[in-house]
């Protein structure tokens, strides 16, 4: 029997997926390219500009690599390492991890790393889009899966946390 805290994890997971997918299509056939930082919005379309010195926009622009565009140069090798780690992750967390607290922040990894996956047999790379600026510095291009990785990285940590009791490490 499914447990309903594993129903939930699987639901947000496909959630990010389908949400993921539906962004990268819509960036990918409505906002051309980017070639050039040099002015606002930046090829793409403005979200805010210069609330306290930060800004945002929505751009078109591709990953070949991993985080930040590094192992660009071995998209292949990249992929196949990816697919292996989240085949390994999925194992973990359904068959061996019992404790069903962790499904929710593992589903966010997963189904992030599964989006960027997906991403290279669609479209031969990782389509990337939110992009910010603070104080005149760029930020790297992201994407929602990207950021439902982060999320569940930062989730993860905080359910560790309160499961030791709000130590992160032992006292004695």
């Not at 990816?82 to 607290?101: A, H, M, P, W």
Request: hydrophobic share 50%.
């Amino acid at each position: 029997m499914i447990s309903r805290k594993t129903w939930m994890a699987m639901i947000f997971g496909l959630t990010v997926i389908g949400a993921d997918f539906l962004s990268k299509f819509l960036v990918n056939t409505h906002i051309p390219l980017v070639f050039s930082y040099s002015s606002f919005p930046y090829g793409g379309v403005a979200i805010f500009e210069d609330l306290g010195g930060i800004s945002c926009s929505l751009v078109h622009s591709i990953n070949k690599g991993a985080a930040w565009g590094i192992l660009s140069n071995y998209q292949e090798l990249l992929v196949f390492f990816r697919i292996g780690l989240v085949s390994l992750l999925f194992i973990y967390v359904y068959i061996y991890k019992k404790d069903c607290s962790y499904y929710l922040p593992f589903a966010f990894i997963l189904a992030g790393a599964f989006g960027n996956i997906l991403d290279y047999f669609v479209y031969g790379h990782v389509v990337d889009m939110v992009f910010f600026q603070f104080w005149g510095y760029g930020y790297p291009v992201f994407n929602l899966a990207d950021s439902a990785i982060t999320l569940g990285g930062f989730f993860l940590l905080i359910s560790y946390y309160f499961k030791k009791g709000g130590r992160l490490k032992d006292e004695g």
